[in-house]
């Protein structure tokens, strides 16, 4: 028993040492890099953004590959069947606090660790130029004259538009007619089409329709204005009752296994940061519009978990999912 004892005690130390060292050497080749969704798209762009700078900073390149499949849990899988030893990264939104709500996938947001959050956008109310509403009180008041008749564009069920208008039909007794399409791009189309009168929209994906003046931005749903949306109001400055829901968007970051060495993730958050503080970051965040986060440790999770309990609680509360978010462990906010 006792030379049992001693070899079981030699080869926890031999495992401790060997981790030890593991993380002191890190990185000693290049490193994978999964986005939860394809080319081309927000996560896309988001990550490579922020994956290029990091890499220089750790003397390595981080390989990048797009692995879809599952609103991003096909990805998150395999970054969990994966050595924890940092050299797999997930790089995607905020669809990891989704697939158990979702029943998307059996993974929570305590099978990671945070690396860093970098950016994330808010919802707009947005109505064709040729709209009857200038303003968002006037919209408000036309959609409780008349429930259920007025067409807001919707994606799916865990999307802003949805969330967002749940929001809003909980703050103000509203209750819109939802269209549901495909993509943010498939129901900004029928907005210009006259198919829908309003959609709830990421705003950098507004920008563009608010420049050209194709459309009215009748209300950014945030605590604060947005730069490239001059003149657009915000929500919380007249509706303070909108405060515990906000922030509330689509987000970005990086993710580990959670038996990452602490040594591990330390590095690869330093990285992170040093590339968000970069001028390639800034320069894609301030083309697109991205609101700057740089959230880590902590923070970062207490932000994901606000962000989780908003979306699970307003689902639940309105009927969309059957399972209560508290047999996951998630804590109703307030």
């Known amino acids: 028993m006792k030379k049992t004892l001693c070899m079981i005690l030699a080869l926890a130390m031999a495992l401790s040492f060997a981790t030890a060292g593991l993380a002191t050497g890190y990185p000693e080749k290049d ?6 969704y394809g080319a081309g798209g927000g996560t896309d762009a988001a990550s490579r953004a922020l994956a ?6 750790l003397g390595k390149t981080i390989v990048m590959d797009n692995m879809t499949g599952a609103s991003g849990a096909v990805a998150a899988q395999y970054v969990l069947n994966q050595p924890a030893d940092g050299y797999n990264l997930l790089f995607g939104s905020e669809g990891v606090h989704s697939f158990q709500v979702m029943d998307i996938a059996d993974i929570g947001i305590d099978q990671f660790k945070t690396v860093f959050i970098s950016c994330f956008s808010c919802a707009v109310l947005v109505v064709p130029k040729d709209s009857p509403y200038n303003t968002y009180d006037e919209f408000i008041e ?15 069920i865990s999307g802003i538009p949805y969330i967002v208008s749940a929001m809003m039909s909980m703050a103000h007794g509203t209750e819109f007619n939802p269209v549901f399409y495909d993509s943010d791009a498939d129901a900004m189309s029928a907005l210009m089409g006259g198919h829908i009168d309003a959609f709830l929209c990421s705003h950098p994906s507004v920008i563009p329709y608010f420049e050209s003046g194709d459309v009215k931005c009748l209300m950014i749903f945030h605590n604060e204005g947005i730069e490239l949306l001059p003149g657009v109001p915000y929500v919380t400055a007249a509706y303070p009752e909108f405060e515990k829901w906000l922030p509330y968007g689509p987000y970005f970051g990086v993710w580990v296994a959670k038996d990452t060495p602490d040594e591990i993730v330390e590095k690869l958050t330093e990285a992170a940061r040093k590339s968000f503080e970069g001028e390639a970051f800034n320069q894609y965040r301030k083309a697109g519009g991205a609101i700057a986060l740089g959230l880590t440790g902590e923070e970062a999770n207490e932000f994901m978990k606000k962000m989780q309990s908003n979306m699970a609680y307003i689902l639940f509360d ?13 804590v109703r906010n307030g």
């Open 318 to 330: 309105n009927g969309a999912i059957d399972t209560d978010p508290a047999s996951f462990g998630i």
């Open 52 to 57: 290029g700078d990091m890499g220089v900073e």
């Open 142 to 156: 036309a959609a409780k004259a008349a429930p259920g008749t007025v067409r807001m564009g919707n994606t799916n």
């Open 31 to 36: 490193i994978s890099g999964w986005i939860t």
